[in-house]
Nanobody
Framework: QVQLVESGGGSVQAGGSLRLSCVAS?????MGWFRQAPGKEREGVAA????????YYHDSAKGRFTISQDNAKNTLYLQMNSLKPEDTAMYYC????????????????WGQGTQVTVSS
């Protein structure tokens, strides 16, 4: 069974930090983080090619967020620093076996999400 389980969301004040985790079953070519706020479209935040470590970031995340992996634990992380109210959203972990990008429709498997709320 394919399973992606996110954790680490919560409520934090602007300027604070959170680290999201995604425990994944199976082997993947690419894993990524996406977010969606109420009334807004889904947005790709960061993605990682598991074999090479190559990373992709949305412009809004560059310099503040870091995507990483722990292969021994089959876990993907998103370290989020200098959080802003506009980062408030449901964050989803996604995985794919063939391609890697920040386009959500390229991913075949998704977790249930973890809520991040940033207050001013």
């Amino acid at each position: 069974q394919v399973q992606l389980v996110e954790s680490g969301g919560g409520s934090v004040q602007a300027g604070g930090s959170l680290r999201l985790s995604c425990v994944a079953s199976g082997a993947w070519f690419c894993m990524g983080w996406f977010r969606q706020a109420p009334g807004k479209e889904r947005e790709g935040v960061a993605a990682l090619v598991t074999g090479s470590g190559r990373t992709y970031y949305h412009d809004s995340a560059k310099g503040r967020f870091t995507i990483s992996q722990d292969n021994a634990k089959n876990t993907l992380y998103l370290q989020m620093n200098s959080l802003k109210p506009e980062d408030t959203a449901m964050y989803y972990c996604a995985a794919d076996r063939q391609i890697c990008s920040l386009a959500g429709d390229n991913y075949n498997y998704w977790g249930q999400g973890t809520q991040v709320t940033v207050s001013s």
